[in-house]
């Protein structure tokens, strides 16, 4: 009998089949220098043999576990620590909130440093792609408290047509939740989620960001789960992100 050749694939595929990031992200991380496959430098577009060449990702190593339990994870991310399972730097990270998560998660998209609120992990890679893929449709919804009184013209730019970082981006929803004589709230819901998006839009619109929470993706809310900790996804959840049960 003929002996059967391991099947390769794209690198980029193992991170999403290893339920670590989209493939999208694991091609950034790539062309950034961060992958190591076999003590080397990785490059875009290369295959790999899994169980066979050994792949690093920030000097950690990635090892596929299909037979392990699929985990859903929501985490209210504190102000101040980075959405990273380690941090060069020494900087506080999520990997520090979620010690006694029962198996091995990875982050689903990202929040700034000093944004805080809902964050989800997980280790199933079909999750991942879906929820990070430029096509994804189910909103994410922010809490913004900007400096003084928004006027009527801040407003009309926030909802305008807007450029950034030479792109235009899709219309964001914007609405008023509360006014004090020194700040205002505002709720963004987003479709697309560009980096540091809200940010660069308020810096536009003239207003200053004290404070920015993510509430809430599509249904699935942040609720009252404390700031450091975390839960599991409930079914319903799960489905509903996943496309399979929009009711």
């Given at each position: ?5 391991p099947?390769?694939i794209?690198?980029?595929?193992y ?5 670590i990031?989209?493939r ?7 062309e ?7 003590g080397?430098?990785?490059?875009l ?8 060449d050994r ?22 991310k ?5 959405t990273?399972l380690s ?14 998560i ?11 440093y ?7 992990l997980?280790?199933?890679?079909e ?9 994804h ?24 047509d807007?450029?950034?970082?030479g792109?235009?981006?899709?219309p ?28 660069k ?18 249904t ?10 975390w ?17």
């Amino acid at each position: 009998m003929e002996k059967q050749t391991p099947m390769e694939i794209r690198l980029q595929k193992y991170f999403t089949d290893c339920g670590i990031m989209s493939r999208r992200a694991a091609e950034k991380v790539i062309e950034e220098g961060l992958v190591k496959v076999n003590g080397k430098t990785a490059h875009l577009g290369q295959k790999i043999i899994p169980g066979k060449d050994r792949v690093e990702y920030n000097g950690e190593l990635i090892v596929m576990q299909k037979t392990a339990e699929k985990l859903y994870i929501m985490l209210n991310k504190p102000r101040g620590v980075i959405t990273s399972l380690s941090d060069e730097k020494g900087r506080r990270c999520i990997a520090d909130l979620i010690k006694d998560i029962p198996g091995r998660v990875y982050p689903v998209g990202r929040l700034d440093y000093n944004s805080d609120g809902l964050l989800l992990l997980s280790n199933d890679g079909e999750f991942t792609n879906r929820l990070t893929h430029p096509k994804h449709s189910i909103p994410k919804i922010y809490f913004v408290k900007v400096s003084g009184k928004i006027t009527s013209e801040q407003m009309h730019k926030l909802t305008s047509d807007m450029v950034i970082d030479g792109y235009k981006i899709e219309p964001v929803q914007v609405d008023i939740y509360d006014i004090t004589d020194t700040s205002s709230i505002l709720q963004f819901t987003l479709f697309e989620g560009r980096n540091r998006q809200i940010r660069k839009m308020c810096e536009q619109a003239g207003l200053r960001v004290l404070r920015l929470k993510r509430i809430a993706i599509g249904t699935v809310q942040l609720g009252d789960l404390p700031a450091g900790k975390w839960r599991h996804l409930t079914a319903k959840e799960v489905r509903y992100l996943m496309g399979k049960n929009k009711d």
